[in-house]
């Protein structure tokens, strides 16, 4: 489910990387497990920061973990 | 659940116990069902109680998850924090308001302390109760 207008392949770059755990994921980008949990499941758009972080441990750029699925506003 | 929303039950539950009593005992105090003389000391008692049950409930979670509770909050816990601190805030408000007003009904001015107080409480309450609900949803 998702709430957000952003997108991401999170899930699916964890297992790619050695079935890594979102506790791992989170340790390495700096915030809770729970938050990672949150943003997977699109219930919560991280900080560009957080974003560029989560797209380093993966070693793609940003646009490859994330995609906006939004409309420009006119 | 992680520590900070842990946290945010333990105040919530702790104020809800703690000033729920204060506030019954006041409430029979007005209605002639108990003597009014000790009531400071009740509320004396009641915040040494509050101060206690907190640090020993966040001790025991603490050490349950050390980790967490070292960490400092991330940004989607500073987020839920402060949309419920403004939360609170107008339930303080209005709340403030509404206690200030009972002066002009004629309350004493001891009924205006326990007034604020409650108004206090209430937005406490509702800000914790707000936490909860954002940790609850995720978002």
Redesign the interface.
Known sequence: MA??EIDNNIRRLRFEHGEMTQQELADKV??????V??IE?G??S??LE?AFRIALVFKLPIDQVFSYRGKLKR | MSFREKSAWISFVSILIVFGYYFTTVARAMLGLRQESNLFAVLVIAIAVLVVLEVVLHIVVAIQSPRDARSPRDERERMFSLKATQIGFYVLIIAALAGIFTMHLGAGRRDVGNAVLLAIVIAELTKYGAEIVYFRRGA
Do not use: F, I, M
Request: zero cysteines; glycine letters at 6%; a positive charge.
């Open positions: 709430d957000a700096g915030v809770t497990r729970q938050t949990n949150a499941l219930k919560y991280p900080s957080v």
